[in-house]
């Protein structure tokens, strides 16, 4: 007797987002099934990823992945060509973390000039993140969304404090933007009604529901990511249907697990390897979970997401 698996059947989609530079571009979500769920319905884009680069050396990251960028972590515009050039990325997430406050106090009119030259020297779509202060972000971003107007970019995070300032500095410069709310269905559904009230297309939105490594909480943050694309697709909720992005590396390379020295803690393995492996196991998950956009820092944990994702596809 043959046996007919049994098929969900969702009733929304999830919009596409289309990012480019000059004749490259990437290409999210637009699916209307589950991640992966190709034996139900469409899952044809494959999740983007996007290379992070900082306009400041890294000297917070570990030393084993500062050491992967050594030649080039102190020139943002050397360390954008290198992971575009060297590593092929199909994507670059540059965060201005030197403006946070804590972090030098870089000026917005500096951050613009930073954002200007890294456009004028690559030829692959661009994401423009603040350092994640509220205040600083509010004025960051909408300096460096004028810059790049003529390169319509992703720009973020807009949150619930700032986001009247940066939705309105991305809609006339006609970038995407990423809305970040704090782990909650229900916060992140609020934010994306307040942009669409002011005018934002929804169309134009990354829903960015914050997420966790592994280990430290990625089951919540998978249980939320899991709810929002439930929404979308099985409810058809109209304000829950833009594509997830995952913000991995930040989450990752700054939790014990991927710093604790050999020395100290034998039995984990050793250090480098074991880095790669959180980065990309994290990164795993949150796919699995619905994101369509991540971004990430080692180029060995890229090169094993996407093998994943070459097989999942």
């Given amino acids: 007797m043959s046996f007919t698996p049994p098929k969900?059947?969702?009733?929304?989609?999830?919009?596409?987002?289309?990012?480019?530079?000059?004749?490259?571009?990437?290409?999210?979500?637009?699916?209307?099934?589950?991640?992966?769920?190709?034996?139900?319905?469409?899952?044809?884009?494959?999740?983007?990823?996007?290379?992070?680069?900082?306009?400041?050396?890294?000297?917070?990251?570990?030393?084993?992945?500062?050491?992967?960028?050594?030649?080039?972590?102190?020139?943002?515009?050397?360390?954008?060509?290198?992971?575009?050039d060297e590593l092929k990325a199909e994507a670059i997430a540059l965060r201005l973390q030197g403006t946070h406050p804590d972090s030098g106090n870089r000026s917005a009119d500096d951050a613009a000039k930073t954002v200007k030259a890294v456009l004028d020297n690559i030829d692959v779509p661009l994401i423009i993140l603040g350092s994640n202060n509220v205040e600083k972000d509010a004025e960051v971003l909408v300096k460096v969304s004028e810059v790049a107007k003529d390169n319509p970019c992703i720009i973020g995070k807009a949150q619930e404090d700032n986001y009247k300032t940066i939705a309105a500095a991305a809609m006339?410069?006609?970038?995407?933007?990423?809305?970040?709310?704090?782990?909650?269905?229900?916060?992140?559904?609020?934010?994306?009604?307040?942009?669409?009230?002011?005018?934002?297309?929804?169309?134009?939105?990354?829903?960015?529901?914050?997420?966790s490594a592994l280990g430290y909480g990625i089951e919540y943050t998978y249980t939320v990511m899991e709810r929002i694309r439930l929404a979308a697709l099985m409810?058809?909720?109209?304000?829950?249907?833009?594509?997830?992005?995952?913000?991995?590396?930040?989450?990752?390379?700054?939790?014990?697990?991927?710093?604790?020295?050999?020395?100290?803690?034998?039995?984990?393995?050793?250090?480098?390897?074991?880095?790669?492996?959180?980065?990309?196991?994290?990164?795993?998950?949150?796919?699995?979970?619905?994101?369509?956009?991540?971004?990430m820092r080692h180029p060995e944990a890229v090169k094993a997401v996407n093998a994943f994702l070459d097989e999942m596809m």
Avoid at 248 to 263: F, L, P, R, T
Wanted: proline fraction near 4%.
């Fill in 8 to 84: 969900e059947v969702y009733n929304g989609k999830v919009y596409t987002v289309t990012i480019s530079k000059g004749a490259k571009a990437v290409t999210f979500g637009g699916e209307n099934v589950l991640p992966f769920h190709s034996f139900e319905g469409e899952f044809v884009n494959k999740p983007v990823i996007a290379y992070e680069i900082q306009d400041i050396a890294p000297s917070e990251w570990p030393e084993q992945l500062r050491q992967v960028y050594a030649a080039v972590g102190d020139d943002t515009v050397k360390w954008a060509k290198y992971v575009q």
């Fill in 235 to 295: 409810q058809n909720d109209t304000t829950m249907q833009q594509p997830i992005v995952g913000d991995v590396g930040m989450y990752v390379w700054k939790i014990k697990e991927v710093q604790a020295s050999e020395d100290i803690l034998p039995h984990w393995g050793a250090l480098t390897p074991r880095g790669i492996a959180w980065e990309a196991q994290t990164a795993c998950a949150l796919t699995m979970a619905g994101a369509g956009l991540l971004i």
């Fill in 172 to 211: 006339a410069n006609k970038h995407k933007l990423i809305a970040m709310s704090e782990l909650d269905i229900n916060l992140s559904k609020q934010l994306n009604i307040m942009l669409t009230q002011m005018g934002f297309d929804k169309e134009k939105i990354i829903i960015d529901p914050m997420c």
